[in-house]
């Protein structure tokens, strides 16, 4: 049998370097018919050349995670948030629902077939089910929303990111794209770029004349319940008609100074007298009258005069998509109003 002649230091060496930018240095090197086993995997220059599996990111807690360098299989137990991985084009496998259905302002928006209901209540268990390599948790100013599936728990299960649920949508697609690096497959520039076209449909409704218009955003859930003013940037239609630059009454600068809203009851609506009244009915009890039926309501001029726009529960997701929709709507019931009366109050 003939002697096996190895390679010497050197040759090994340039072997090993070949093979690795290759990639195909693995388990063995084979040599001659016979296998090395291991021989590159304590090169330290083998290590250098393969890409990291995970990377750092600080989530809303401060927190320093762990997470893959393109998340695949997320799971999302704040389903608001995972409208800002759709939009993106990431990956979401797994959501709760609202009931037995996910919430509209997912469901009217992107293609869900693909996504697990883990149903209202999510479980630990549910959610290892699916195998995630990535959990996303909801917080708000800070504070996480844990409900009946602890933070603790779902780490054993993969790497928890927690984020803000309501924050600017500048900022939160900013860190949606941070979140998904690579397996982003739309751009934050195409998103914003179709947002800044949907906002210029809508300044063009009214022209310069929406300096003129006095408006003032409320939360209607139905005659027995507090009604609230939205503050300009706490909710996306609030954030949207803010900036066309109107005139809000000063009820919604008490709403900024009290934190994002400023509850009234029904009997202080009379003092909301404005020129364009948007009513959100995304809360509004199924069994509840529309509010231009109550009295309280149908003596406000804006109500007199038919300057009212309702906006349902379908357009309450922070990300480009929902507002670029929302923009859109606000353009097309506004528009419909006609020539817009700004000397109601």
């Not at 697990?116 to 996303?136: M, N």
């Amino acid at each position: 049998m003939p002697f096996l002649h190895l390679p010497t230091d050197t040759a090994l060496d340039q072997v090993v370097d070949e093979l690795t930018r290759r990639r195909l240095l693995g388990g063995g090197l084979a040599l001659g018919g016979f296998a090395i086993a291991g021989c590159g995997s304590d090169d330290p220059r083998a290590d250098e050349s393969r890409p990291a599996r995970t990377r750092s990111f600080t989530d809303a807690t401060g927190d320093a995670v762990e997470i893959p360098q393109a998340p695949a299989r997320i799971v999302s137990i704040n389903d608001l948030l995972a409208t800002r991985v759709l939009a993106l084009g990431g990956s979401i496998v797994g959501l709760p629902t609202v009931g037995t259905d996910f919430r509209p302002e997912i469901a009217d928006l992107f293609d869900l077939d693909d996504v697990t209901s883990l149903g209202p209540d999510p479980s630990v268990e549910a959610i290892a089910a699916l195998e995630p390599d990535l959990i996303l948790v909801g917080a708000y100013k800070g504070e996480v929303y844990e409900g009946n599936t602890p933070v603790a728990q779902l780490r054993t299960v993969a790497p928890v990111v927690v984020l803000e649920t309501f924050n600017a949508v500048e900022e939160a697609t900013g860190i949606a794209a941070e979140l998904l690096g690579n397996a982003a497959t739309t751009s934050v520039e195409v998103l914003r770029s179709d947002f800044d076209d949907a906002l210029g449909e809508l300044r063009d409704v009214l022209g310069e004349s929406w300096s003129d218009v006095d408006t003032v955003v409320v939360r209607y859930d139905g005659p027995q319940a507090p009604l609230y003013v939205w503050a300009p940037t706490s909710v996306p239609p609030t954030d949207v008609i803010d900036r066309m630059g109107v005139r809000w009454l000063p009820e919604v600068g008490a709403a900024e100074e009290n934190g994002g809203d400023l509850e009234l009851s029904l009997e202080e609506v009379g003092s909301l007298d404005c020129d364009l009244m948007i009513i959100a009915t995304a809360f509004q009890a199924d069994d509840a009258p529309p509010p231009e039926e109550l009295p309280v309501f149908a003596g406000l001029e804006a109500v007199r005069q038919g300057q009212v726009v309702k906006i349902d529960q379908s357009y309450f997701g922070v990300n480009y998509v929902t507002y670029s929709r929302l923009a859109r709507k606000l353009a097309a019931d506004i528009g419909r109003l006609g020539a817009i009366a700004t000397d109601l109050v």
